[in-house]
């Protein structure tokens, strides 16, 4: 069911990744909007998955500087993003920490993680499976706000034996979003085992509050 965005300091994951550090990127509404359906996706497939603990701070981090490298470049800015998040401190991340969240967020397009790319070899064999786990959320969600206007407010998401839907919920229809983040979904079959469908639902009237961007 759609609901208002939880505000940043009241999601402790967002709210450590927003303490460790103060990376620019170029589109913050858009960033932050990813960093909620990412952390949507991830609360609500926690336990059908059995997605681990670590990953949820993990992937927020991701979500937040996924697109940092576009300050740098917007050609394979994911590269530049990987460069970016390693080339400062973050408090309150251990290094490995540090090198997942730069692959998560490396990941969040093009290539799926590979043992040949240099920056995805650092990682110890252990600490693999969350990054792509996690990198596998972040491209569907970073497809949900392909067009940078936050127009899937929120999603659902029902668990079946051999897939997922993942039901976008918005005003409108939004061809160009559900279209991306199916394109994007190639590595969640990966890594999961299971196929996904990514379908639109129109939000119900909302009652009080309306619901906010991230």
Not at 120 to 145: C, F, N
Not at 157 to 185: C, F, K, L, N, W
Request: charged residues 25%; aromatic residues 6%.
């Amino acid at each position: 069911m759609p609901r208002d965005h939880q505000p940043e300091e009241t999601d402790k994951s967002l709210a450590r990744a927003l303490a460790a550090g103060k990376i620019e990127t170029p589109d913050p509404e858009h960033s932050r909007h990813v960093a909620y359906l990412s952390l949507r996706l991830y609360d609500l497939l926690k336990e059908p998955l059995a997605l681990p603990d670590d990953g949820r701070d993990l992937l927020a981090a991701a979500a937040l500087w996924h697109d940092c490298g576009q300050m740098r470049s917007m050609a394979d800015h994911h590269r530049h993003s990987f460069d970016r998040i390693m080339a400062i401190p973050l408090r309150g991340f251990s290094q490995e920490q540090q090198l997942q969240i730069a692959n998560i967020a490396r990941y969040h397009r093009a290539a799926h993680p590979s043992p040949q790319h240099p920056g995805y070899q650092r990682l110890p064999r252990a600490l693999r499976p969350v990054v792509d786990q996690m990198a596998a959320i972040l491209r569907i969600a970073e497809g949900l706000d392909a067009g940078h206007l936050q127009m899937i407010k929120d999603v659902d998401v029902v668990v079946h034996d051999g897939y997922v839907t993942i039901y976008a919920i918005s005003d409108t229809y939004p061809t160009m979003e559900i279209e991306r983040a199916q394109s994007r979904a190639g590595l969640f079959r990966e890594v999961f085992g299971r196929d996904v469908e990514i379908l639109p639902k129109v939000a119900r009237p909302q009652t009080g509050r309306r619901m906010e961007g991230a």
